[in-house]
């Protein structure tokens, strides 16, 4: 399975060009479409990224478990009540490595995401998120605190 580690923030060009970090790219390299997929994230105020073959495996599940259902009908003609397939789907974009590992970042992602000149990215495991850095800075200084907290409580409650 691909991972995605670290954090990188990488300068974005006037046409909307960045560079995906190498390791992301490394991990990207047995993919059949050499890209990213990407979509404005549904939870944070960023941009979500997987390769290719992450969209097929969440289709081809959602597949086998509506045949082995029994709900032909739903395999044939949608529905079946997975919004969040269908939704992913739908506002996904594929976007092509160039010959020097860039991507273009489509307008509306990167103004969802607050993304104008740097681009912060953000290994989440066999994901990772684009965001503007001054925003993750905020993100991830605030969920650090937020389990130092509650180590702290989970200590306190051991007795130690």
Do not use: C
Not at 7 to 19: A, E, M
């Amino acid at each position: 399975m691909t991972s995605f580690l670290s954090t990188f923030v990488n300068k974005v060009d006037r046409k909307g060009r960045v560079s995906v970090p190498a390791p992301f790219r490394a991990a990207l390299q047995g993919e059949a479409f050499q890209g990213i997929v990407a979509y404005t994230s549904l939870s944070d105020p960023a941009i979500d990224a997987f390769g290719r073959s992450v969209l097929e495996e969440m289709s081809r599940r959602r597949l086998d478990q509506t045949m082995e259902g029994g709900d032909f009908e739903a395999a044939l003609l949608g529905g079946g009540g997975d919004d969040l397939v269908d939704t992913i789907m739908a506002m996904a974009h594929e976007l092509p490595f160039d010959g020097e590992g860039r991507i273009v970042l489509p307008a509306a992602l990167a103004e969802g995401a607050g993304i104008t000149e740097r681009a912060a990215f953000v290994g989440r495991g066999p994901r990772f998120q684009i965001w503007s850095p001054e925003a993750f800075e905020a993100h991830q200084a605030s969920a650090v605190e937020r389990l130092r907290a509650r180590l702290s409580r989970r200590g306190q409650g051991d007795g130690a």
